[in-house]
């Protein structure tokens, strides 16, 4: 039987002869281990040497991948910081603003006079509605920054509006306290009236520029109106008495006094208590003589008596 051996390529063949069946048995079986072990050398050597520089490669890959993922996960954190940084910012703000529109509402329906509860500044609006199915999706970036735009706006152009309301009531608001309004006293009736009468000492008719309130001597004088006291002494024919000069050309006065509790340049409210109830100087009993100046002439009290504040 001859074997051949073929070796590298380009090399000559090589051939054996074998003379007896158990050699050449026994060569078969060992050119078969031979071919076994080199094909098993190059699979090991394959998996050696091959294996780990693929699995080095996909791992330098997948390490690259993630660090990209990582670099723009971050970046995305960084722009959601700071869009959360502006919204809180601008959220500060219209807190602040919406702070100051409550408080000026507030003062606002103090000074209109409006019913309790009627504007209640503490509480949210009172909406309503069924509830329907929404037909737009989840909000976007774009809509929700043009939605706080414009609401900052209108709560600006609002705010201003408040204010200057707030400017023309409240000078209203001045304007009418300075303003004589209501009787003088607290206690006492009208003795006599403004105009024409028969002098109680001489019993001739004279002009009467005032209106005169009786009660016990001691009663309280109140102040019809806000303003600064001009005048707190002894006049003649008066007796005691006390001016107060109320702006916009009006003054009153008050006269016959037991006792004056002001002194000139004193600022008094309506309703603050500027002297007692007398008899001082030309008077038959103990009463209050209250006169209305405007524009430096006597005027009719009555309207002013009439009035309610």
Do not use: C
């Not at 078969?32 to 072990?37: D, E």
């Not at 190059?42 to 990209?68: D, F, I, M, S, Y």
């Not at 949210?124 to 043009?146: C, F, I, M, Q, S």
């Not at 006792?259 to 030309?282: L, Q």
């Amino acid at each position: 039987m001859n074997i051949i051996i073929v070796g590298r390529p380009g090399s000559a063949p090589r051939s054996f002869r074998l003379e007896t069946k158990r050699p050449l048995l026994l060569l078969g079986l060992g050119a078969a281990v031979s071919v076994g072990l080199l094909v098993g050398l190059g699979v090991v050597l394959g998996a050696t040497l091959g294996g780990p520089a693929l699995a080095r490669a996909e791992l330098a890959a997948a390490r690259t991948h993630l660090a990209e993922q990582a670099r723009e996960l971050a970046d995305a954190q960084q722009r959601v910081r700071r869009d959360m940084d502006a919204l809180a910012l601008r959220l500060g703000r219209l807190q602040a603003e919406s702070t100051r529109l409550n408080a000026l509402g507030q003062r606002l329906a103090r000074i209109g006079k409006l019913e309790d509860g009627e504007f209640d500044f503490t509480q949210p609006p009172a909406v309503g509605g069924p509830e329907r199915p929404t037909l737009v999706g989840a909000p976007r970036r774009e809509d929700v920054g043009k939605a706080l735009d414009d609401l900052e706006s209108a709560l600006s152009r609002q705010g201003e509006q408040l204010r200057l309301l707030e400017t023309v009531l409240f000078e209203r608001e001045v304007e009418r306290t300075l303003q004589p309004a209501g009787i003088p006293v607290r206690i006492g009736y009208m003795s006599s009236g403004f105009g024409r009468r028969t002098d109680p000492f001489t019993g001739r008719p004279e002009f009467h520029g005032g209106v005169d309130f009786a009660g016990p001597r001691g009663s309280e004088i109140l102040a019809v109106a806000g303003g600064v006291v001009s005048f707190s002494g002894t006049k003649p024919g008066y007796g005691r008495v006390v001016e107060i000069d109320h702006g916009n050309g009006y003054m009153t006065r008050y006269a016959h006094n037991d006792r004056n509790k002001v002194d000139v340049g004193d600022p008094v409210r309506p309703g603050d208590v500027i002297a007692t109830m007398g008899n001082s100087g030309r008077a038959s009993g103990v009463h209050v003589h209250f006169e209305v100046w405007q524009n430096g002439r006597l005027v009719n009290p009555s309207e002013y008596l009439a009035a309610i504040r």
